[in-house]
């Protein structure tokens, strides 16, 4: 943790809060958002996408598109409209592509640009420069793509020499939405059947959404499969609100005695439930209500009131389906009764931080008992509240996120340095939290 003022960012304050009431609607789902702007490039005609995210991340995606001459409008109530330019209309960057702090923009690019006759650079800030690219540039190289890296091709910046590749049937080591969404993005440009089978289903919304436009995609168990040259049609695509940000006043709210929140529109798709079914296990009751479908994906409305947890261990074949969600469900352990033991997630290490140290860390500050350990964290939750003080996010935007959140439940306020990433996932956090009840400000250095 820096103690250097100018190293502190944006500082964000909670106040140990009352409870948690009202409705809320989440902002659009950073994965189909990134999603529908690619889709919505490669096809023909007109794409208009509602609640897309218009966070950092998306930013960028969309940026990278406007340089490879797409023209994408937004509209004064945010919807934005794509006039794609078909699958062989893309046009050399003429400018490096900064990605900003999104893995899944620089992955997912990678892929769709290693089929395409031009050169591209790709990078983003020293989060994603830090990154494994080589789990997308290894497969990519074998189906003849070439990407040239630092540090033997493993990390951005990336240089792509487009050219024409070879289908594969790749069996993934990693557990990757977005390994297996690069590889379907050039496969979809490549002559021949390309194949993806994935070692546990991660978020599918890349085989959704590109069936929704037109695309052939066959699921075989733990296996997809593309064809080449689909001929995508721009489509009206409603973006559902994302879980990982529901995620953080859902927990707050099952934190707090006395909450009752209702969260509308949240995706429900079943690759990315896992942080229910991990609260469920632990006592809470999240009713599901008026569900229905939105953007080729399932939608509810969700409504959660107070519970006491319990700790649990958490099964593995759970953790893709929540893999964004641990840090917020480490704030959740820490507060139940008893112990949770998480192993076999060392995907962690590898996100916007460190998120097994950084959350051991972060949640150490306030006064929690958090054991790292190689692939987990061990956590003997303390029902009765956590000290609080500062603690730091180390940049990453979910990280700062759980903090705060776990500043409900501290006796003494809790600060959190280097919050500035919030707006990567989640612009209005401090509104929309503020607005159900939580005493969220603008905080001083600690
Ligand atoms: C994502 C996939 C996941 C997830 C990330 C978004 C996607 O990453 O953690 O936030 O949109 O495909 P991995 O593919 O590295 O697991």
């Excluded at 598109?65 to 004064?76: L, N, S, W, Y």
């Excluded at 859902?250 to 690759?271: C, H, K, R, Y």
Aim: glycine fraction near 12%; hydrophobic fraction near 40%; proline fraction near 7%.
């Amino acid at each position: 943790m820096s103690d250097h003022p100018s190293q502190t960012g944006r500082i964000l304050q909670v106040r140990p809060g009352g409870p948690l009431r009202g409705i809320a609607t989440p902002p659009g789902d950073k994965s189909i958002s990134h999603r529908a702007v690619i889709f919505g490039s490669l096809a023909e005609g007109t794409t208009r996408i509602s609640h897309l995210l218009e966070g950092e991340d998306v930013r960028r995606t969309v940026a990278a598109f406007r340089t490879m001459g797409v023209d994408i409008q937004r509209e004064a109530d945010g919807t934005h409209i794509i006039q794609g330019v078909g699958l062989d209309g893309l046009l050399e960057p003429d400018d490096v592509l900064d990605l900003g702090n999104s893995g899944t923009g620089i992955r997912l690019l990678t892929g769709l640009l290693a089929s395409r006759p031009f050169l591209s650079i790709l990078t983003g800030d020293a989060s994603l420069r830090g990154r494994p690219m080589g789990r997308v540039v290894t497969p990519l190289t074998r189906m003849g793509a070439q990407i040239l890296g630092r540090d033997g091709n493993r990390r951005a910046p990336l240089v792509i020499r487009g050219t024409e590749l070879i289908p594969i049937d790749y069996v993934s080591p990693v557990a990757s939405a977005q390994v297996k969404s690069a590889i379907l993005l050039a496969g979809i440009n490549t002559p021949g059947e390309t194949s993806v089978t994935e070692p546990a289903l991660t978020r599918d919304h890349t085989e959704r959404m590109l069936a929704a436009f037109g695309g052939t995609v066959q699921r075989d168990g733990l296996t997809v499969r593309v064809d080449c040259w689909p001929r995508l049609t721009g489509q009206t695509v409603a973006v559902p609100g994302d879980p990982s940000a529901a995620a953080f006043p859902l927990v707050a709210a099952l934190l707090t005695p006395g909450s009752d929140l209702v969260l509308e529109n949240v995706g429900v798709n079943p690759t990315r439930t896992g942080l229910l079914d991990l609260l469920e296990m632990m006592g809470a009751a999240i009713e599901r209500f008026n569900l229905r479908e939105s953007g080729g994906e399932p939608v509810a409305d969700l409504r959660v009131t107070h519970a006491e947890l319990r700790g649990i261990t958490v099964p593995r074949e759970v953790i893709p389906r929540a893999i964004d969600e641990f840090p917020v469900f480490f704030v959740a352990a820490a507060l139940a009764e008893g112990a949770t033991i998480l192993t076999g997630a060392g995907e962690l290490r590898v996100k916007e931080s460190d998120r097994l140290a950084a959350m051991a860390q972060g949640l150490t500050h306030l006064g929690a008992r958090v054991t790292e350990t190689p692939d987990g964290l061990t956590i003997i939750g303390q029902p009765g509240g956590l000290n609080g003080g500062p603690a730091d996010s180390w940049t990453d935007h979910r990280v700062a996120m759980s903090l705060l959140v776990a500043g409900q439940r501290c006796r003494e306020p809790v600060t959190v340095t280097r919050c500035d990433n919030i707006d990567t996932s989640f612009p209005d956090f401090l509104p929309l939290m503020t607005g159900l009840g939580m005493d969220l400000g603008v905080g001083d250095a600690p």
